[in-house]
């Protein structure tokens, strides 16, 4: 029977591989509940779930969206040049009156110093909810916040757009990312980069808790301009079929998902459609090593007790190179149409879906979102493989452009910077600069004639963008003249947009 193959499956892997680490926070709805690590207005986080019954959730780390190792046949140009910014510098406006925001987890840069940045100010919003303290510079807390990642992001803003007011901001997951947010509102910041995904908040559908921070955002002005990810080649999905009657997901066709990992650690979340009915269905998961020995195991039991998320998290301890398999369990199964959905951070799909490969915050409607086209050879390169392709999980068109990335940045040398991490503050600097030739353009107006400007290619068939690559195109400001023009007042540039829009979609043809 299959729960006697289940807890065969189990027993196998007990106890768990020496190293295996349990999700890093736990968070309770409570600001004020005793013994938290840190606290927001909204809730706590906690070491381990709360022994007084207090419901609780697992808030997982983010991810930073930045791509190793590719620096074979690294070549650098400007990223000005490939951005077209300048002729914009040269004609003075270089971002100035604009109030630019980083977002990130990694402030530990050992080779650089954000006082080199000119920065305006700084925010640390795990040591206070306000976020008022500031950030002192290479603190860590916790390993994921090892690493030169924001001031590499930020590096690039200041690049882009030199006489921005810069701030950088310590958010490391979904507590601080919500106060981050509450400061950014407070600060009139005009624009947010965000090179970070988060991950099994919800569906990827644009509802959940980073898509409410989002709209709060909006709604007081403040555009979110974020990765896509890097996660095109480490996502597969499919609703449940089990063709066999055996209890597992069919998978890729032979009762599971082949995934291609290297020696290490590596992290698979599967998850599922129930986010607001959660416990309807319970699924297990575990994976098998290229000798078909389990090596990594997720029985979460989703609908008991105090905690309930459709998700399971599996950390696996690859000790060899080589093909593994992800097998996907249904211990109680409510819906034959259950959406499965698999992320393999740090591993690669064999077969992968690349559609649909975005997490949050950009699924988020509101969000400006952002994937990497390779600088060398920028006008003619196509998205880069790892970037991730929209639409949402409820069909809105993502990512809105695309911006150079395989940059140089002082924190990562010659090695260059890689990923949608590098073409989002790219892209976030660039609206800044067009800010700053009009005072009167709101951040979303400015980023909506980035969109008309893109460069795309003479295939596409809607010129406002739904190329699930790459939204409108590549980001290049273009030669200032009688076709670059403002938006008027904030209120009534929604004609002057639609010329911009035209402007843009022949140039895109023509480019």
């Known amino acids: 029977m299959l729960w006697i193959w289940l807890l065969t499956e189990a027993l196998a892997v007990w106890p768990p591989p020496d190293g295996e680490p349990a999700p890093l926070f736990v968070r309770v709805e409570d600001p004020d509940h005793p013994g938290a690590l840190m606290r927001s207005e909204r809730a706590s986080l906690l070491e381990a779930p709360p022994e007084d019954g207090t419901p609780w959730t697992w808030e997982d780390p983010p991810g930073v969206d930045e791509e190793v190792g590719l620096v074979r046949g690294y070549a650098d140009p400007s990223l000005r040049e490939a951005l077209g910014v300048d002729a914009w510098h040269a004609a003075g406006f270089r971002g100035q009156g604009v109030r630019v925001a980083v977002f990130d987890v990694q402030w530990s840069g050992v080779e650089a110093d954000p006082a080199e940045l000119s920065v305006d100010g700084t925010a640390d919003c795990w040591t206070h909810p306000s976020c008022e303290a500031s950030m002192a510079p290479h603190t860590i807390r916790f390993t994921h916040e090892r690493g030169a990642h924001g001031l590499g992001c930020a590096e690039i803003v200041r690049d882009v757009a030199p006489d921005a007011s810069l701030y950088l901001v310590r958010v490391n997951g979904r507590t601080t990312f919500e106060s981050a947010v509450d400061w950014a509102i407070r600060h009139d910041i005009d624009v947010v980069s965000l090179s970070m995904s988060f991950f099994n908040a919800s569906f990827y559908d644009g509802t959940g808790p980073y898509a409410d921070a989002v709209r709060r955002l909006d709604a007081a002005g403040v555009l979110l301009v974020t990765s896509s990810g890097n996660y095109a080649r480490q996502h597969w999905s499919a609703p449940w079929s089990d063709g066999d009657g055996d209890g597992r997901h069919d998978g890729d066709g032979d009762n599971g998902v082949a995934l291609a990992l290297s020696p290490g650690r590596r992290t698979v979340y599967v998850q599922w459609d129930e986010h607001f009915s959660c416990g309807a269905s319970d ?3 575990i994976v098998l090593d290229p000798y078909g020995d389990v090596v990594a195991r997720g029985f979460e039991r989703q609908g008991e007790g105090d905690t309930c998320s459709p998700v399971e998290r599996l950390t696996v301890e690859a000790a060899v190179e080589g093909t593994y398999t992800l ?20 591993g690669r799909v064999v077969e992968p879906v690349v559609t649909e490969s975005l997490a949050d915050p950009a699924a988020s ?13 920028y006008r003619d390169n196509d998205v880069e493989a790892f970037s991730s392709w929209g639409p949402s999980r409820a069909g809105v068109p993502k990512p809105d452009v695309a911006g150079p990335d395989g940059v ?3 924190v990562y040398g010659t090695n260059g910077f890689f990923g949608t991490s590098a073409s989002t503050p790219a ?18 107006q400015a980023a909506n004639m980035l969109r008309a400007w893109a460069l795309g290619t003479p295939t596409d068939l809607d010129p406002l963008g739904s190329d699930p690559r790459w939204g409108a195109g590549r980001v290049r400001l273009p030669p ?23 402007l843009g979609s022949l140039r895109r043809r023509t480019a």
Do not use: H, N, W, Y
């Open 480 to 502: 200032l003249g009688d076709g670059v023009i403002g938006c008027g007042s904030k209120g009534s540039g929604g004609i002057v947009l639609l010329v911009v829009a035209l």
């Open 408 to 410: 140089t940045v002082e």
């Open 365 to 377: 409607p509101e969000a400006f979102v952002v994937g990497a086209v390779r600088a060398a050879g």
């Open 327 to 346: 097998q996907i369990l249904a211990r109680r199964l409510a819906s034959a149409f259950l959406e499965v959905d698999v992320l393999a951070t740090g």
């Open 283 to 285: 699924l297990d998961a």
């Open 427 to 444: 892209v976030a600097g660039a609206i800044a600069v067009v800010m700053s030739r009009d005072p009167e353009v709101s951040p979303r």
